[in-house]
Every structure is written in structure tokens, then in C-alpha cells.
Nanobody, 127 residues
């Protein structure tokens, strides 16, 4: 069973930066596609970013392109989300997600139906 544990959330001001980390256990990182989702109050959970199994390819939702950077370290079994130029609209609970690597499907489609979820970490952007 894969377990995902997030860290790094907090309260920041608009324009600030914040880095979220997710540590995976129970499976080698190289066998997982990993990413981040978020859920704002009163809204549905939405996709934010994802990495291919080897960390080479990255995929972002339009609203965070150019501001967020996802990175995956298979040696450490971690996936990080570096968030810059944060806006109040980025306020949400951020969830780490992982899916079993499927060589027959693109990582972009695989991550949309995660097999595993973290418990979530709160990010609040407010002045």
C-alpha cells in the first residue's frame, strides 16, 4: 500500500512563495506517476500539476503555468511543488496524488484518476 505524506503548507501573503513536499512510501517512486490537486472552500477538487514516472515531463493546469514548478526525485521518493507569485485564488487544501505507472497510457491521463491520496495540507494566501 502506498502512503503519501504532505508538508509545507501555511499562511502567506499575495506574491509570496511556498514549497510543498510529498513523501511516498510503500512503492518505488519510479513506478508511480505523481502530482498535486487542490480543493478550495465550496469548490470541487481540481488538478494542479503532474510529473511523469521519471520526472522528466511536467503538466500544469493553465492557472498556475509560469508560477508553479513540480519536481520529482525518485531516489528520495518525493514530489515537490514550488509555488511562486501566490494569489488569494490559490488558497486551498493541496493534496498529493499518485497513480500506478501504466506504460500503455499517458501520464497526463493516468494522474487524473489517482490510486493514492495524501491527507492534504492547507495553503492560505491572504494579506
Amino acid at each position: 500500500q502506498v502512503q503519501l505524506v504532505e508538508s509545507g503548507g501555511g499562511l502567506v501573503q499575495p506574491g509570496d512563495s511556498l514549497r510543498l513536499s510529498c513523501a511516498a512510501s510503500g512503492r518505488a517512486g519510479s513506478s508511480l506517476v505523481m502530482g498535486w490537486f487542490r480543493q478550495a472552500p465550496g469548490k470541487e477538487r481540481e488538478f494542479v500539476a503532474a510529473c511523469s514516472w521519471n520526472g522528466v515531463n511536467h503538466y500544469y493546469t493553465d492557472s498556475v503555468k509560469g508560477r508553479f514548478t513540480i519536481s520529482k526525485d525518485n531516489a528520495k521518493n518525493t514530489v515537490d511543488l514550488q509555488m511562486s507569485s501566490l494569489k488569494p485564488d490559490d488558497t486551498a487544501v493541496y493534496y498529493c496524488a499518485a497513480a500506478d505507472y501504466d506504460p500503455l497510457n499517458s501520464y497526463r491521463s493516468t494522474i487524473m484518476t489517482p490510486d493514492y491520496w495524501g491527507q492534504g495540507t492547507q495553503v492560505t494566501v491572504s494579506s
